[in-house]
């Protein structure tokens, strides 16, 4: 379990990712709350709500507290994990480097729209690398790698695809809107935040080294490790749209990214599972990962039920990340099978997760 050494802890994630024969699924408990200021009190604590938020504001000193307890919980945790760290993932740190101004929330941070004229993408054009937002991003990870001295993997934060930035940018409406009308602008610049996610994570794959000769990706504290490079991917700008913009415009771009890992996994949500369509009969992500939204933002959890199973079928590897009530968790007990199956549930104490024994 999470107390053990890594090694005899990877033959269970490889065979999650292989879909092979096992005789339950694997268990990546996750303790603290839903929201990332849940997560870091200390450290989103030390900002206002309302406040604009600069890089110069954010520093790793402030978090430090919260990723020790964060690596404290998990290590109790009698799981098949341990803690996996990034740079905070309340910040949305592509927008930002795409140029939203950033304001803080009770419970993340958001992004404002700052692009007035979308059909000038000129700005997008300039050098990364010397973004304030990029190398505030740097240099956070720096410091949390030094933090982490080995005992835990770290990774690349939540990174959000490009149509979720393009929304960001000029508002989700005229992005569908552009896309619906065949616009050459809302393609370029859909091309244009491709182009500048792709660098900021060729930047952090080189900077963050393998941990046990391993690698491990997470977005929302979903989390997938492996032997190879892995990677994480999100597009909510889906619930914008339609099947067919998805799968013409949006996986076109998510393809692009093949080059940067081995294992490719997509944060979906319950209450928009239409993507599945297309995510099946393509073979950019192997591993699909949805959320179990709250309910009243989603459906019952047995309207969906049937959508899980076409997961397994088509043989990917399915990540089950939520707070997942007791009745819930009888019917994914009798639904789904273990093969290809990870369970990661939000406990508030790491001791709740033996409330998630599949046997």
Known sequence: MSGEHPASLLPRHEAFLRCEKVD????????????????????????????????????????R??????????QEAEDDFFYVGSAYWGIPWLEAILGCPIHVGETSCW???????????????????????????????????????????????????????????????????????????VRELLAACTRVRREVLEHLHRLIPAWHGTHAAGG????????????????DAAAVLNPALFAGHLLPLARQTKPLAEVHFIHLHSSCLYPLDALLTDDTFSVLEVN???????????????????????????VLWGEIRPSDWNLLREALSPVGLSIQPIIARPDEVQRYRWV
């Open 24 to 63: 339950r699924p694997l268990l990546g408990a996750w303790v603290g709350g839903y929201y990332p200021a849940e997560q870091f009190p200390r450290g989103h604590q030390s900002w206002q709500p309302g406040q604009s938020l600069r890089p110069a504001d954010v520093c790793f000193d402030g978090f």
């Open 65 to 74: 507290q919260d990723y020790e307890t964060l690596y404290r919980l998990h």
């Open 111 to 185: 992004a404002g729209m700052c692009l007035r004229n979308p059909h000038d993408v000129s700005q997008f054009r300039s050098d990364v690398q010397n973004n304030p937002w990029f190398q505030c991003l740097l240099h956070f990870t720096e410091h949390l790698l030094q933090f982490a001295a080995g005992r835990f993997p770290v990774c690349a934060p939540l990174l959000r695809g490009p149509g979720d930035a393009a929304c960001a940018l000029c508002g989700p409406e005229a992005v569908a809107m552009g896309l619906i009308d065949g616009a050459a602008w």
């Open 220 to 235: 929302y504290p979903s989390k997938v490790w492996t032997a190879r490079q892995v990677a994480y991917y999100q597009e």
């Open 292 to 318: 179990l939204d709250h309910p009243g933002s989603s459906p019952p959890l047995a309207q969906y039920l049937p959508a899980l199973r076409r997961i397994q079928q088509a043989h990917r590897s399915l």
